[in-house]
């Protein structure tokens, strides 16, 4: 607990007990003075949820730690937020996506994009939290296909996507927007698919995948993939905007975000985070996002 939070309980245990000698054994008097106490000066929790398989973006470190640029993104939050104290709950894709919206939690943070069918489920704050590079990951023979245009054209098939994740969304647009060159789309069963695994085994000639987990899972010499590093290339298309989901019942929380996040994007703090965790600043190449 920070310091000026606990500074805070303290002066509101003080301020409760001198009222409870003022009112002496007036039970009613001394209940509705305790209340308005703790109304006007109690810090608030929240219940932060945050995806673990997902490094270097939201995942839990050796010691079992919340970690990641979305993690530390929240904490900035957390230490601008003298209101509220945050606790971070690691968790799956699903049970995020599920407990946000059923009120489990308050907030999820899992490299979130924006789809009109998730803003009707959730509050998306009008400040982003992060940037995202999205891109194919392809078989090395594959390395000429640098887009979505270019891979429908050379009639490859891509890994299956769950239709609730938002990377569907993303090549169901591009579908919409070329109806004479489309990619094929599968909808898969799981949020998560092994894409690596289904490229360098060829079951599928590519996957949409992000920068973040290509550099911690194959280019990183202790990943999960990294024996692949010279089977498996990714070639980025879109770089997109990521928020954090808030339940419906927290929009006041969600404007104290806002606020929050404003402030913090007149400092160079994130810059440092995306350096940190991604080994690259995406706001960088802000001016040229358009989701």
Same mark, same amino acid.
């Given at each position: 607990?920070?310091?000026?939070? /606990?500074?805070?309980?303290?002066?509101?245990?003080?301020?409760?007990?001198?009222?409870?000698?003022?009112?002496?054994?007036?039970?009613?008097?001394?209940?509705?003075?305790?209340?308005?106490?703790?109304?006007?000066?109690?810090?608030?929790?929240?219940?932060?949820?945050?995806?673990?398989?997902?490094?270097?973006?939201?995942?839990?470190?050796?010691?079992?730690?919340?970690?990641?640029?979305?993690?530390?993104?929240?904490?900035?939050?957390?230490?601008?937020?003298?209101?509220?104290?945050?606790?971070?709950?690691?968790?799956?894709?699903?049970?995020? /996506?599920?407990?946000?919206?059923?009120?489990?939690?308050?907030?999820?943070?899992?490299?979130?994009?924006?789809?009109?069918?998730?803003?009707?489920?959730?509050?998306?704050?009008?400040?982003? /939290?992060?940037?995202?590079?999205?891109? /194919?990951?392809?078989?090395?023979?594959?390395?000429?296909?640098?887009?979505?245009?270019?891979?429908?054209? %050379?009639?490859?098939?891509? %890994?299956?996507?769950?239709?609730?994740?938002?990377?569907?969304?993303?090549?169901?647009? $591009?579908?919409?927007?070329?109806?004479?060159?489309?990619?094929?789309?599968?909808?898969?069963?799981?949020?998560?698919?092994?894409?690596?695994?289904?490229?360098?085994?060829?079951?599928?000639?590519?996957?949409?995948?992000?920068?973040?987990? $290509?550099?911690?899972?194959?280019?990183?010499?202790?990943?999960? $993939?990294?024996?692949?590093?010279?089977?498996?290339? $990714?070639?980025?298309?879109?770089?997109?905007?990521?928020?954090?989901?808030?339940?419906?019942?927290?929009?006041?929380? %969600?404007?104290?975000?806002?606020?929050?996040?404003?402030?913090?994007?007149?400092?160079?703090?994130?810059?440092?985070?995306?350096?940190?965790?991604?080994?690259?600043?995406?706001?960088?190449?802000?001016?040229?996002?358009?989701?």
């Amino acid at each position: 607990m920070k310091f000026n939070k /606990l500074l805070k309980f303290t002066a509101v245990g003080l301020a409760s007990i001198s009222i409870l000698a003022a009112c002496g054994g007036n039970e009613e008097g001394t209940s509705t003075a305790s209340n308005s106490d703790q109304e006007s000066g109690e810090v608030k929790k929240i219940k932060v949820a945050y995806a673990i398989g997902t490094k270097p973006i939201s995942y839990q470190d050796e010691n079992g730690e919340a970690a990641g640029y979305d993690v530390d993104a929240m904490r900035l939050v957390d230490e601008k937020l003298e209101d509220y104290e945050f606790e971070f709950i690691g968790t799956t894709d699903d049970d995020l /996506l599920i407990g946000v919206e059923q009120g489990k939690y308050d907030v999820g943070i899992k490299n979130v994009w924006y789809t009109d069918e998730r803003a009707k489920k959730y509050i998306f704050p009008k400040e982003f /939290l992060g940037l995202s590079s999205t891109g /194919l990951a392809l078989k090395k023979e594959n390395e000429n296909i640098k887009n979505l245009s270019d891979f429908a054209s %050379a009639n490859l098939e891509l %890994a299956p996507i769950a239709a609730n994740n938002a990377q569907y969304t993303i090549v169901a647009e $591009y579908n919409e927007a070329n109806p004479d060159n489309q990619v094929k789309l599968v909808a898969g069963d799981e949020f998560n698919v092994d894409q690596v695994q289904w490229v360098n085994e060829g079951r599928a000639d590519g996957a949409i995948y992000l920068e973040a987990q $290509y550099n911690a899972q194959i280019l990183d010499e202790n990943g999960p $993939y990294h024996n692949l590093i010279d089977e498996v290339i $990714y070639n980025e298309f879109i770089v997109i905007k990521t928020w954090p989901l808030f339940n419906k019942e927290q929009q006041e929380f %969600a404007d104290a975000y806002d606020k929050a996040m404003a402030e913090i994007k007149q400092t160079d703090e994130l810059n440092k985070l995306m350096e940190k965790h991604y080994g690259r600043d995406l706001f960088e190449v802000l001016e040229t996002v358009e989701r």
